[in-house]
T-cell receptor, first 109, second 114 residues
Framework: SQELEQSPQSLIVQEGKNLTINCTSS?????LYWYKQKYGEGLIFLMM?????EEKSHEKITAKLDEKKQQSSLHITASQPSHAGIYLC?????????FGAGTRLTVKP | EPEVTQTPSHQVTQMGQEVILRCVPI?????FYWYRQILGQKVEFLVS????????KSEIFDDQFSVERPDGSNFTLKIRSTKLEDSAMYFC????????????FGPGTRLTVL
């Protein structure tokens, strides 16, 4: 089965700082998803990447899928307290999603 | 904006009892999913459902679990004889395509088995 490793497991940053979260797959990624989860709540879709080298941005969040399609990064610019939560990468496997363990982000005001 | 809803938000049950978790997917979606998240652990895929039958299921989805779409709007997960280790958040999701498309997640049902 596809294993997704996320790093770091947790991250504490000062408001205004940039940060990067990584997701590495043991297999080629055909659809890589980033979701955000607030504690005890559902998952909110952020972005989906399919093509090697693809990069997408939404507000201050940018996600990239590397050329070999085995790693993705999520970059947040000028972090805000509203960015706090758990960021999950997910791999599409014939329609069902397998998730990494998540990166818990804390943003200190 | 359309959203996936789940009821109840929290279910407490005794070990060995049957529970039914309910989901109302987004109305024009055709693919439905259940996931679970044990406290502090990763979100795990349970089952996907399309055209009134299971399309994929994980090793977690054993004989004590079943899914049903009893009418045109609801999608249910039944756990026949709950065990302590079934305590988790259960998330329903739906999408309008089987792959490479956004899955919309519900807010989850927290199941506590005593």
């Amino acid at each position: 089965s596809q294993e997704l490793e996320q790093s770091p497991q947790s991250l504490i940053v000062q408001e205004g700082k940039n940060l990067t979260i990584n997701c590495t797959s043991s297999k080629t990624l055909y659809g890589l998803y980033w979701y955000k989860q607030k504690y005890g709540e559902g998952l909110i879709f952020l972005m989906m990447l399919q093509k090697g080298g693809e990069e997408k941005s939404h507000e201050k969040i940018t996600a990239k899928l590397d050329e070999k399609k085995q790693q993705s990064s999520l970059h947040i610019t000028a972090s805000q307290p509203s960015h706090a939560g758990i960021y999950l990468c997910g791999a599409d496997r014939r329609g069902d999603m397998r998730f990494g363990a998540g990166t818990r982000l804390t943003v200190k005001p | 904006e359309p959203e996936v809803t789940q009821t109840p938000s929290h279910q407490v049950t005794q070990m060995g009892q049957e529970v039914i978790l309910r989901c109302v997917p987004i109305s024009n979606h055709l693919y439905f999913y259940w996931y679970r998240q044990i406290l502090g652990q990763k979100v795990e895929f349970l089952v996907s459902f399309y055209n009134n039958e299971i399309s994929e299921k994980s090793e977690i989805f054993d004989d004590q679990f079943s899914v049903e779409r009893p009418d045109g709007s609801n999608f249910t997960l039944k756990i026949r004889s709950t065990k302590l280790e079934d305590s988790a958040m259960y998330f329903c999701a739906s999408s309008d395509s089987s792959s490479y498309n956004e899955q919309f997640f519900g807010p989850g049902t927290r199941l506590t088995v005593l």
